[in-house]
């Protein structure tokens, strides 16, 4: 489609929409539809609105539309062995730039090099009342009051359409290795917080079943005394297993089924294990943690959010159970005033992906 006539179509059905107090529904493939709360509205499709708009490789900065598959951008970068190093998860072999900003989602690598938001230098957002609105660029640079392009990152297409999108790339590591220990969770954490204190490359980290798979990547020099010093057994089909983990298709993943609940935990990565009923998988130099709880046992979500808390975190229902519970922490009132102060001003009506973060938002 026609960009121009793209971005038309899309003006006058937000204002029709905002003018009937109609919620939309922003979607590109629906690969992450399941996120967040329960999804309303009539769809607003994003897929017409696609391609690479600028990239220069020497600049490490690739602008492209909001349709644009991930795969098609990965499948440039790599042809200049460049990479979006945080390596976003697709979770669907359609997903798109503005589904993977929406999202806010990271991937093993963001214990190295930062999350997403720290990636978007620059968007341009289509509001509730069809303006087009630029913000950031296609720089690092400082920014006062709301850096709305970090904003935007995870806000779950609940503060506007988002029609494009600047995004820092990096050159891919050299070498790259893994190694893997025998050890439990409290031994894998402190291990981790060990290794992340010193001159390490480290680049993504996994504990799970008693194992502790870690990951190298940088100048060959670097990751192979890595090696050397750390010990540990080289992994099969490493590169698999990363993957894998990044597209939640390892095997601790399979136990998402019917009765079961999937949290993703925020933790301070020094955290002692929480010894909640469940399979646990760590992350993210233990900063990340992944429960798999059953959702008709005793422990219940305030159960769970009340030991987050505790820790110095906070706890989402990332897949299955019952969203009336929440799927995201409740907010402080001050910070959850904040979150509608932005809304209304660039939402006024209310229409875009109504309830998709909170009941109220």
């Known amino acids: 489609m026609d960009p121009q006539d793209f971005k038309e179509q899309a003006r006058a059905q937000i204002l029709g929409a905002a003018a009937e107090h109609r919620a939309l529904e922003i979607r590109g493939s629906g690969s992450k539809r399941w996120y967040g709360q329960e999804v309303q509205g009539e769809p607003l499709d994003t897929r017409g609105y696609s391609g690479v708009i600028d990239y220069e490789p020497t600049e490490l900065v690739i602008t492209a539309r909001c349709g644009t598959p991930l795969a098609e951008i990965e499948a440039l970068l790599a042809r200049h062995q460049q990479m979006l190093a945080f390596e976003p998860p697709h979770f669907g072999s359609g997903a798109t730039l503005g589904g993977m900003v929406a999202s806010g989602l990271s991937g093993p690598s963001r214990q190295a090099v930062g999350a997403l938001r720290d990636f978007v230098l620059g968007t341009v957002l289509m509001d509730g009342k069809g303006e087009v609105l630029h913000f950031g660029g296609q720089v690092m640079k400082n920014v006062a009051g709301y850096d709305v392009s970090r904003l935007l990152a995870g806000s779950l297409g609940t503060l506007g359409l988002i029609l494009e999108a600047s995004v820092k790339v990096l050159p891919r590591p050299v070498a790259v290795g893994s190694r893997r220990f025998a050890m439990n969770q409290a031994e894998a954490i402190r291990s981790l917080n060990q290794w992340g204190g010193q001159p390490l490359p480290l680049s993504g980290s996994c504990w799970h079943d008693g194992m502790l798979t870690i990951r190298l990547a940088g100048a060959e020099a670097a990751v192979r005394a890595a090696e050397h010093k750390l010990g540990g057994e080289a992994v099969p ?67 769970i959010r009340v030991a987050a808390s505790a820790a110095g975190g906070h706890a989402t229902l990332f897949r299955g159970g019952d969203k009336n519970i929440g799927v995201f922490q409740p907010l402080a009132p ?26 109220d938002f």
Not at 275 to 284: F, N, Q
């Open 237 to 303: 089909d490493a590169e698999q297993f990363w993957q894998a983990l990044r597209e939640q298709t390892h095997s601790f993943f399979s136990g998402i089924v019917a009765g079961k609940a999937l949290w993703r935990l925020s933790l301070p990565s020094v955290a002692e294990p929480l010894g909640l009923a469940g399979e646990t998988l760590v992350e993210w130099g233990g900063a990340q943690r992944w429960l798999l709880a059953d959702e008709n046992a005793a422990m219940d979500a305030s159960t």
């Open 334 to 359: 001050a910070v959850a005033q904040i979150h509608r102060n932005l809304k209304a001003g660039v939402d006024p009506a209310g229409i875009f992906n109504r309830g998709r973060m909170y009941p």
